[in-house]
C-alpha cells in the first residue's frame, strides 16, 4: 500500500507547460507501477501515462503522445508528469495512482491505490 499526493496543478493558457509531482509514501515504492489518469467534468475518466517499476517502459494515450512525458524518481518516491503544449482540451483532474503490476499497465483496474487529485484548467 502506498499513500500519493498530486501537487502542480493550475491554470494555464493553451500552448503552455505544467509538470505535474505525485509523492508516495510507503517503502515498496519501488516495486509498483505508476499511473497518470484524468477526468474531465461528465467524462469517464481516462488512462493518460503509465510508466513500469523500473522507469524503463512507459506508455501512453494517443492524445498525449508527444506531449506529456511521465517519469518517475525511486529514490524520492515521487513520479512526475511533464505537460507541454497543453490544450484545452486537457482539462481536468488527474489522478496519481499505483499498481501491483510489473508494467505501465493502462486498465484502471490494475490500480489500487489513488491520490485526491489536482485541477488542470487550460485557457483557450
Known amino acids: 500500500q502506498v499513500h500519493l499526493v498530486e501537487s502542480g496543478g493550475g491554470l494555464v493558457q493553451a500552448g503552455g507547460s505544467l509538470r505535474l509531482s505525485c509523492a508516495a509514501s510507503?517503502?515498496?515504492?519501488?516495486?509498483?507501477?505508476m499511473g497518470w489518469f484524468r477526468q474531465a467534468p461528465g467524462k469517464e475518466r481516462e488512462f493518460v501515462a503509465a510508466?513500469?517499476?523500473?522507469?524503463?517502459?512507459?506508455n501512453y494515450a494517443d492524445s498525449v503522445r508527444g506531449r506529456f512525458t511521465i517519469s518517475r524518481d525511486n529514490a524520492k518516491n515521487a513520479v512526475f508528469l511533464q505537460m507541454n503544449s497543453l490544450k484545452p482540451e486537457d482539462t481536468a483532474v488527474y489522478y496519481c495512482?499505483?499498481?501491483?503490476?510489473?508494467?505501465?499497465?493502462?486498465?484502471?483496474?490494475?490500480?489500487?491505490?489513488w491520490g485526491q487529485g489536482t485541477q488542470v484548467t487550460v485557457s483557450s
Open positions: 495512482a499505483a499498481s501491483g503490476r510489473m508494467y505501465a499497465t493502462t486498465d484502471p483496474e490494475h490500480y489500487i491505490n
Open positions: 510507503g517503502r515498496t515504492f519501488w516495486s509498483y507501477s
Open positions: 510508466i513500469m517499476w523500473s522507469g524503463g517502459t512507459a
